[in-house]
């Protein structure tokens, strides 16, 4: 079985983003850039298959800069087999439909049987290109997924619901968006680093690609700053309650 | 007058030609085995392997340690009685088979000596068995070994006191000037003409048990008698903080011990060398809360698969056998336990190195198998993407120091000392204030010091301690390039761990600096008046040894002083769990980010320790005071447990001396701001 899995480069979660002074993009410098947590989950999944069928292939793509490789290797590092990346002037640039396209052709070389996507990027939040890429390749999509299983003539999709779960069947090719599940992505061997470092990630040209759709950030805008809160001190319990449940009314509006 | 004339001698030969034969063939045996662990260098350091031999192997020192100074003066009769009758037992060997006397065999004193020395170890194999038999201490590894080596050692001594005393009855001692003063007081209970077949038989007796006890030895553990004298002398001559370098790692094909290969020979060579006396067991914090580690059985179990799988590795060079850390006895959960506390490594009376073992075999399961608990994976993920163990934005580094006027390098490229801050004090809002309470301390005495802000990253200690040797290389490499970069050479710590890999283990990597902790260099401080601290109510603070400070570099003076030297302050020890015996707060060897769901919680253990001494004092201290973040956030976490939070405050003695400067004399001149 062959997996493909898209990822995205993206600022880690653990570094504070700050708008440029142009007030359209974040400030770059002094970014630590990862893979995209939700991608995380997907390539976990696929890897999780591999550990139990070791004729899987896992390969891994991505559309970016140069510097998106870094993605790559990691998840090479994880155990991914192989990894492309989709480059070149503007690939930075690319609106999700063109990104879509650019995966859409690859997928369409690489022939894999399940494409894997997280549900989201954790920088836009857009959750757009996997369904966009189902589309392009006419390909069924399953959104929040946590679990696959291999079943008779085809593999078995858990997609999460609201306290439980859908089991779906796939026959053939799907596009699957993941969701975050209970197996943390894993933590890469030295080996594995090592292996990763040296293997070579081919490049496809985002030259040529359409981009139908250009979408234009207006403005961006840290969050407020969160105000002090109040703390009760120095009296009688009953009526910090009374009090605490007045402000949660009509200061608050939560209750 | 040895009894082997005429056919007597070649029994006497062949016996012991059985004899050495059969320790030979097993020694060899266990010499082949030994080597199949790597090549590691120990021959450095000759003068302190020496000092060593003489406080450790002939003068027992590790052996009077405070709980254990009874059993220990046992043992070192015990000792010092076989050196001295291996002696005599040559003689009579080389007297039996050649007719050849030892120089000075005869002389009085020799004669005393062993007479003496036969009667001394003779009470304590007895006293011995009947602890053995009746008062079995708690953790003791009790097996029939033990009693067949404590018999033939009584054997050997009885046999000898009858044939020196039926050597006197039949009058072949008589000749000398000095009897054997113990055997000569014995009656000689012998019928004229019986004697010399007593003495005849005894001597035989003892002869024939030496023989057999040579053979028997490396069969049993009490081949400790042969392997401590290489195994002390070959001991670690690392800093004790310091973990085994693995040089250039990137171009290795595997990592950590995969294979008995891949553990040292002096590592195997511990294993041939564990007496089973469970001192290290004995004082685990880990095995003292129910944790499935115990530290003698690592030993044991590492021992146990070498003799097992030893002849196949020989056998087949391209052999692994059982990797070490997946032995049936040795489950991960047991390395995963361990918080290096060394509490272990203190106590063997034989110097084993239980945490290389320990980490040796987390470095595969960590770099080669990526097996680490997931709460490891995930600390060691955030220090390679934030350079924080917790994840926290590595920008926000340096936000405790805002409006304090703390310099960083970048503004003060002059500053004598670095403040390395750590993770813990630069993230922890708890030990914030501890690393505000040290600037101000410093401050106030006008101490010319800057801090990194962003540019300083995790030191990597928690990393190694997990077993990622490459992950600690790559930040204690970032480090050492920014401390190159501002022309760093004092460096001054908060915390233990920080301190400890930035003295001990940098210098691994070409980092070699002046490093002190924040409480050597505040004691200093104050000795030299440039801190001074006002009055102060009275309040009885105890103190807890950070693993770190005290067992690992012995630093247990210098928090004490800086307690002795506040005001009103009057310093408790946690007694018996102070000093080199204080108990690990259960943070270490990067247990700090992992899960501790089996058996008690070692942190809550600690504070009932500290209540308990408490109670034998008849009083409780106000506040527990450390020097250490960890141990400061497991005491908050511990006391909190237990409810007792506003009875008994964990402090950083820092804090305490920051809330007693005496600020009227706060020097006007602050180079620092």
Known sequence: ?255 | MPPTTGIGVYILLAVALLGFGAFAYRSWKLYRYLRLGWNEDRTQHLGKRLRDELVIYLLQRKLFKRPYLIRGLAHAFIFWGFLVITLGTTDLLTAGLAGLRMPGAESAFFVWAVDVFAALVLVSILLALVRRAFFKPPRMHIALDGYVILGLIAALMASLLVFENAGLAAGYLALHQAPPPLAQLLPLPYPAGYAASVFAAAWWVHVVTVLGFTAYLPQSKHLHIVTTLPNVFFRSQRPRGALRFVDKIEEQETFGAATLRDLSWKQHLDGYTCTECGRCSDNCPALATGKPLDPQKIVLDLRDLLLKEGDLLLKDPAATGTPPAHQLATKPEELWSCTTCAACVEQCPVTIEHIDKIVDLRRYLTMQEAAAPPEAQKAMTNIERAGNPWGEAASARGDWAEGLGVPTFAENPDAEYLYFVGCAASFDRRNQRVAKALATILQAAGTSFAILATEETCNGDPARRMGNEYLWQLQAQQNIETFARYKVRKIIASCPHCFNTIANEYPQLGGNYEVVHALQLVQDLIEQKKVTLGAGPAETVAYHDPCYLGRHNGIYEDPRAVLDAIDGVTRMEIEPHHRERGFCCGAGGGRMWMEEKVGQRVNHRRVEQILDAGNARGAQPAKVASGCPFCLIMLDEGVGAKGIAEQLKPVDVLELVAARLDHSRVSKEQPTT
């Open chain 1, 1 to 255: 079985m062959r997996f493909l899995i898209c990822i995205k480069q993206v600022p880690d979660s653990t570094t504070r983003v700050k708008v440029a002074p142009d007030g359209t993009s974040v400030v770059t410098d002094g970014v630590t850039w990862s893979i995209s947590p939700y991608d995380e989950y997907a390539i976990e999944l696929a890897l999780e298959h591999k550990d139990t069928a070791a004729d899987t292939i896992v390969s891994v793509i991505s559309v970016g800069g140069p510097r998106t490789k870094d993605a790559l290797r990691q998840a090479l590092a994880m155990g991914c087999d192989d990894a492309t990346l989709v480059t070149g002037d503007g690939a930075d640039a690319l609106g999700a439909l063109g990104v879509a396209n650019a995966l859409k052709s690859a997928a369409l070389e690489l022939k894999p049987d399940l494409v894997l996507c997280g549900k989201q990027a954790s920088d836009d939040d857009q959750g757009f290109v996997g369904a966009a890429l189902a589309e392009a390749l006419g390909w069924p999509h399953v959104a929040v997924v946590t679990k696959i299983a291999p079943s008779a003539g085809g593999t078995e999709i858990w997609k999460e619901t609201e306290g439980g779960h859908e089991v779906w069947k796939s026959s053939g090719g799907a596009v699957l968006t993941v969701q975050k599940s209970a197996k943390e992505p894993r933590y890469p061997s030295l080996p594995g680093i090592m292996k990763a470092k040296k293997k070579e990630i081919p490049e496809r040209p985002v030259a040529g690609l359409e981009d139908p759709v250009k979408l234009e950030i207006v403005k961006l805008e840290p969050p407020p700053a969160r105000g002090g809160g109040k703390i009760f001190k120095d009296g009688d319990t009953k009526a910090y309650a009374a009090e605490l449940a007045k402000l949660l009314r009509d200061e608050a509006k939560v209750l």
